[in-house]
């Protein structure tokens, strides 16, 4: 499809290259790969860190755990559309919005939030944030049961503090998770369209017209398969380099069963 004027109805002709030239020169398709990588930069930068902290936190928490684990979970059983659907009665930018709401009881000016260009980005990314912490926290919980107890009770006789066992004995543990993860959530990252089109569908002013919204567009709204499959394969070009590189660093680790207890 990448190499043909593909057409739903009727034959479809080869035009070689031609699609990979029109996206190659298309000012459009990198305006909205720029967004990706800005989409992308955010969302881990938010996103990704908060699971690992959470899942220490808990970890320490010494009465309860099950219960602060179901609540913490409970987002990721929510339906997505749910989901998009109550963030968008949150930024609401009049004065029913619930945050709104909240400024101004606060005694702020209300915000545009979506409607505005420099929040949208921001706002379509919390989002899938609030509903991904959950099953992230408890897959480095599973982790860290994997840490032998030992390497604790050495900690503490050394006179190690609370960081300083995060530092040399968390971390050091949970780095191939941790790489694993960041892939995993990385290729995510570039396929939240689904977020964007029901909260901004690009907007505002294209502000958040990402890559992935952008071929959803060439295909299903201007039925322009070829170029959209072009630029799917471009994309996912992208995204198994940065994996191949990700795996070579993994190639050399070693991995290790958790304890059932």
Known sequence: MAFQDYRIVGDSSFIGFQNFADVIFDPVWWSSLG?????????????FCPPIILAILLQEVSHGKIFYRIIYYLPAVISGVIVIYLWKLLYDPSDAGGLNQILMALGLEKSRWIQDENLAMICCILPSVWAGVGPGCLIYLAALKGIPNENYEAADIDGASFFH??????????????IIQFIAAFIASSQQSGFILVMTFGGPNE?????????????????????????????????????????????????????AD
Do not use: H
């Not at 967004?35 to 996103?47: E, N, R, V």
């Not at 066992?165 to 941790?178: D, F, Q, S």
């Not at 992208?238 to 050399?252: P, W």
């Open 207 to 259: 502000a958040t017209r990402v890559a992935d919204l952008l071929i959803f567009e060439k295909a299903y709204l201007y039925l322009k398969f070829g170029v959209a499959t072009t630029m799917a394969w471009m994309l996912g070009m992208m995204m198994m380099g940065f994996t191949v590189m990700q795996l070579k660093r993994l190639s050399n680790m070693e991995f290790k069963t958790a304890s």
């Open 35 to 47: 967004k990706t990588l800005i989409y992308m930069a955010l969302s881990l930068a938010i996103g």
């Open 165 to 178: 066992k995060i530092r040399y004995i968390v971390l050091p543990n949970l780095k191939a998770l941790i």
